[in-house]
């Protein structure tokens, strides 16, 4: 069974780094591009970018380039998602889901709920 | 940036046919998807490269696309196919990023 296991809720400070997770299972990690999207609260589904774990190819939506940065170890079929300095702005459920490149993002992750207050 | 615009919200009674578009300048050359999210729930793909449907959708679902607007038909729309529903798709530019369209609240009552 294909599963995407993502690291728990978090809550930060702004100014300060984060790094998130989203672990595959079930199938060839390195086959399948793993992608990210973000979703503010009450709000629509973002692409943030998407990486191949095979070959850590990774490309940005431009809205997200220089803020975020995505990366992955196929030793252990895990992708991150990682902000150096975070803001407010930035507080949203951020989703990992994997990518066929026929049907599109065919599973999801759960979903990391990230907050960002002082 | 590319966009994909999509009204905000549609509204059907249980029954009745829903139609929810997207519009793209790149859609006449690439493929529109289709997600449905659930209130607190993970999106899931419900039609793929314009009119598709993956394996375990049900048969109300699906898609078409001309020039430059994607269409998702609801038949017989549902109480449980109350959602919100986005577009995706990718432009033509050959800068290799995707989008999702803004979102249409969908109300079956």
């Known amino acids: 069974e294909v599963q995407l296991v993502q690291s728990g809720a978090e809550v930060k400070k702004p100014g300060e780094s984060l790094k998130i997770s989203c672990k595959g299972s079930g199938y060839s990690f390195s086959s399948y591009w793993i992608g990210w999207v973000r979703q503010m609260p009450g709000k629509g589904l973002e692409w943030m970018g998407i990486?191949?774990?095979?070959?850590?190819?990774?490309r940005y939506s431009p809205s997200f380039q220089g803020q975020v940065a995505i990366s992955g170890d196929k030793s252990i079929s895990t992708a991150f998602l990682q902000w150096s300095s975070l803001k407010a702005s930035d507080t949203a459920i951020y989703y990992c889901?994997?990518?066929?490149?026929?049907?599109?993002?065919?599973?999801w992750g759960q979903g990391t709920l990230v907050t960002v207050s002082s | 940036s590319y966009e994909l615009t999509q009204p905000p919200s549609v509204s059907v009674s249980p029954g009745q046919t829903a139609r929810i578009t997207c519009s793209g300048d790149?859609?006449?050359?690439?493929?529109a998807y289709w997600y449905q999210q659930k209130s607190g729930q993970a999106p899931v793909v419900v039609i793929y490269e314009d009119s598709k449907r993956p394996s375990g959708i049900s048969e109300r679902f699906s898609g078409s696309s001309s020039g430059t607007m994607a269409t998702l038909t609801i038949s017989g729309a549902q109480v449980e196919d109350e959602a919100d529903y986005y577009c995706?798709?990718?432009?033509?530019?050959?800068?290799?990023?995707?989008?999702f369209g803004g979102g249409t609240k969908l109300t079956v009552l």
């Open positions: 990486i191949h774990p095979g070959d850590s190819d990774t």
């Open positions: 790149a859609l006449p050359k690439k493929y």
């Open positions: 889901a994997r990518l066929d490149v026929v049907i599109g993002f065919d599973y």
């Open positions: 995706y798709s990718t432009d033509s530019s050959g800068n290799l990023y995707w989008v």
